[in-house]
């Protein structure tokens, strides 16, 4: 299929090109100019401004997180970790991305409690072996880790430099970029010492001016991952034009998720926004990334928040698309995107207003396009997939840290004298939220003993009220017929309804509910 783009803003390294027509065909991009350039049988959109796709530098992966990032604009995701037999199942399913397959930690390192079980690098001897292995398994660039949790005020194994030093030479050899995940001004020093080529972060420690410019002088790239702060205040809810394209089971994750422990006091990103800021300054090339899915990040969503940070942090507009298109691609070496010219991808979102001085038009996504066609929603079952094995990868993570701090806040059942599960209470900033068995918010938060109290007054008593149901469409009335962790049985009340006597099972990914 063959498109022309008429009378259209065109974006390319962040600038407004002099042409407002492009062609597409087969894939690419073959022709930039005036209206002549259309071919009678192409298809025509008129007006709007197109970006390249868009670039996530840093993400991990989960099944159909490319096709979920596609619907946002976002058409390139470059994975910073992850399994290798998801990997391939991706790749074979069609999915485009880049990645570093399994990085290199010490034995214990982060991140072993979200993908343990997998394989250290234990010295600068195993060098030459983790990085062949990771070639292997179809990596693209080397992660490595070189965090002790000093600056999370935790104490975890980490890698020393002679190994830093020996897995960027063995990467190095084989053409191979390096990333490295820290999180201290200090460690971001001594990995642009050793040669890395890119900090996964920017340092959650105010940067001295040396240290800015040890970096700099290295000619290391930075990915700011400024969005993280948002699992904490949840800001893409309040989002209206993503929430509006947000699947609706995605957006019951989000909902969860905003029940969940935070610390008393939210995190800020104003010191890495600071040290981001101080970075490109000294001409450090800052990349666009997420780390998503991190609680209160989104595939392709959470790309548009990172760039509305990029522009709080004192970047213009201008160069935070630079930062999620042209930039990664130069860095990555992904020659083929990332720009608006021709013999180019077709990766492609054509969005309303003017992106270059007000960052949010991103977000008014009008269409996307991979490779020349037009992005389409993942299916049901590719959806669900990446939903349970994101649960999977929560449970394994809070189950971990229970077992390292038995003091550390999680959710606790409560139940009856005979065992019967009346609920559960949920720790969250500002004290304890009674939920039921399935989830639902039974009350205010209080605390512990309190709303144990009300779940053991209210618990099953509430599943005989009347409820508000919502699928995909309207809130509507419904009783509850039966109620497990997982789902719920619905009778709804609307006598017009077509519906089995007994009700309907519903998995809480498909319903939202709340009482009447």
Known sequence: MAITFLHTRLVDRGELLAADCLRVADGRITAIGDAGIAQPDDELVHGGTLLPGLIDAHVHLIPGASQLAATYGVTTLIDQFSQPELIAAERAAGADFRTSSIGATAPGGHPTLAFAPFPYAEGPADADRFVADRLAEGADHLKLIYDDGSGAAMNIPTLDEPTVRALVTAAHTHGLKVVAHVSTAA????????????????????????????VASAGVAVIATLDIVDGFGMNLLDETELMARMPARWRRVLDKQSRRWMPPVAPTNAIASANTLALHQAGVRVLAGTDAPNPGLVFGASLHRELWHLVQAGLTPAEAVIAATAAPAEV????????????????????DGDPLTDITATQRIRRTWVAGEVAVPMSEKTELAGIHYLGETTDRIITALKEMWPGFPAPEDAHREDGELLGRVVPMTGGWLPTTVFGAALGPLSDRDTAVELLEQQGLASLGETWLARTDGDWQEATIVEAQPDGVRLRWKDPMLDQPPAGQWYPLTDVDLKLF
Do not use: N
């Open 332 to 351: 990555f070496e992904l020659s083929d995107r990332g720009r608006l010219a021709v013999g180019a991808r077709a990766d492609l979102l054509l969005v």
């Open 187 to 214: 460690g971001a020093v001594i990995v642009g010492e050793c040669g890395v080529d890119i900090l996964a972060h920017a340092p959650s420690d105010l940067m001295a001016p040396a240290q800015i410019q040890v």
